[in-house]
């Protein structure tokens, strides 16, 4: 092969996949190069395994409480094994689907870790290629947390608290009330450990709406999640009965010791911008490692393009992918801009969903903000799924109302997000969304109640 290319992609996660195959899509010779693993942290240790998790965690979980309308199964319990051997097959299905889509639209895969030479020029284990526009997809890592260095064993990352199958804790310490905490905080709970989660912030999800974070809050914590906001790990000791954590209430500035058998670290991520030469040929890279862009995905400098976890948050998937096909179609000449208008998921159950605006957002946008809610309490298809903990909420400007945000807790509520990102797309006016006629009895009702309700004429809720 030569090693003369149109696009070269450092990194085949969602972002640098999406990028390859589209920039080969529009006719160009297109190198991938990978260091890890095809298909990136999503599909290898991210968004794919917790998933399955999840789903497996959720079943078990929905198998002890048939009982409530007749269906008695006795001692249901998981088999670890098996299920991290169900989790590896889905992960290596997908990934190597992704290595089937880079050889069927004719891309060229070079294992190894990349490394500028010059502004068209890449290094790869003593191998140089050559590009004429380069797009840098290098994604993130796990953020280290001083005092808690992460051994895979006691002290875990997200990769380790992946493998279940592994000394399952009694008791399990989550640092960090993010999407990822929580999420493994409902798997282990549900497989059988006593979990708490800390969070440094003044509730979990720090940046979502707090009426839907803390309606989540508290429904996980029924499920016998305890967790702590406010709340810092300041060191850990390993002793005979377990590891002793000393716990911090930051509104007291009070500390107590806490015993775990294990700890996962899930303090966010760090974008993985350094170590590549990318100062050396004079594109910017800030101090915590982002790669700022243009709208068009482009550095400061002509024909570097960077995409997904490594440019800026929020560090998520679809983001990237989309960001990918922006930087592709420019690199091969186009004109596309990146739209941010980002739908967010938790995938607990139930699960927590946003897309557009805050209230608080909104307000400071100069909006006059009017909520619409509706509880699922109300809602007819959540009682036939023995599910009714959950509250849709939509925003809107009472001036025009102009659609502006949407916040759900409840079941399936990141496939019904979609339609709220379509909507925000459109420009939808709250009306419309009351307007759409919804099936019969599903949960997305729940969204025409929460839009009618914004206009104080739902059905099935008293509209105060
Ligand atoms: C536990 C967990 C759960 C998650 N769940 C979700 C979810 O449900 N939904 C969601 O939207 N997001 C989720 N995410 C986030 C999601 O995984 C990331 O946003 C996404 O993977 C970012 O894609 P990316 O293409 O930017 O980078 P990555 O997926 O990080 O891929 C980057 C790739 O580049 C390679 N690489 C790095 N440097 C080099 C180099 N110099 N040369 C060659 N190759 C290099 C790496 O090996 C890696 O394969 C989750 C993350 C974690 C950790």
Redesign the pocket.
Known sequence: MSNIYDVIV?????????AAIRAAQLGKKVLA???????????????????ALLHAAEELEGIRHGAEFGLEVKDAKVDTKKLGGWRDGIVKKLTGGVSQLLKGNKIDLKT????FVDKNT?E?EGERFQGRAII???????NTLPGFEVDQKNIV???G??RVEEQFPKRLLCIGGG??GL??AQVYKRLGAEVTVIEFMGQILPAADPETAGLLAKILGKQGITIRTQTKGVKVEKKKDGLHVTLEDLKTATQETIVVDKILV?TG?RP?GK??GLEAIGVVVDERGYIPTNEKMETNVPGIYA?????RP????????K??LTAAENAAGGNAVMDYQIP????TSPEWAAVGMTEEEAAKAGYKVKVGKFPLAASGRAMTLGATEGLIKLIGDAETDLLLGAHMVGPSASDLIAEMALALEMGATVTDVGLTVHAHPTLSEGIMEAAEHLHRQAIHIANR
Do not use: Q, W
């Not at 967010?344 to 995938?347: D, E, S």
């Open positions: 450092i990194g085949t996660g969602p972002g640098g996949y999406h190069v990978e260091a890890e693993y095809v298909g990136g942290v999503c599909l290898n240790v991210g968004c794919i395994p917790t998933k190894g870790f990349a490394r890449i790869v840098v997809a290098t994604g993130s890592e796990p990352d997200s990769t608290a992946l999407a990822i999420e493994f899930a991520r993985r170590g590549l995409i997904g976890d490594v440019t929020p560090l998520l998937a679809h983001k990237a992918m960001e990918g967010n998921v938790v995938y």
